[in-house]
């Protein structure tokens, strides 16, 4: 296996960060947050409380984003390949 399979989240060929998942466990990571997401706006609906809702999902995203750069390629800008 070559350091590139074992990426959970590969760069974007254009731009900066990452793209899809690339390996099971990015997409269960990716399932994980999105079922968050929904709890949240069950939970907390924005009408009700905006400062936790908008709290809430800013945590969850730098979630997202740490494991992104933890387990997916490192980001830098990309023009194509």
Known sequence: MN??????????R???GWGLPAR???????????GCVALV?????????PVMFALSLALLTLG???VC???GEPP???SGD
């Not at 350091?3 to 974007?12: G, I, V």
């Not at 997409?27 to 947050?33: N, T």
């Open 76 to 78: 830098r800008w990309r």
């Open 41 to 49: 706006f069950r939970l907390l609906p924005p009408a009700a409380d």
């Open 3 to 12: 350091s590139r399979n074992k990426y959970w989240f590969p760069a974007k």
């Open 24 to 34: 099971w466990q990015g997409w269960v990571c990716l399932a994980v947050y999105a």
């Open 69 to 71: 750069w933890l387990k």
């Open 14 to 16: 254009y731009g900066w």
């Open 64 to 66: 997202l984003i740490a």
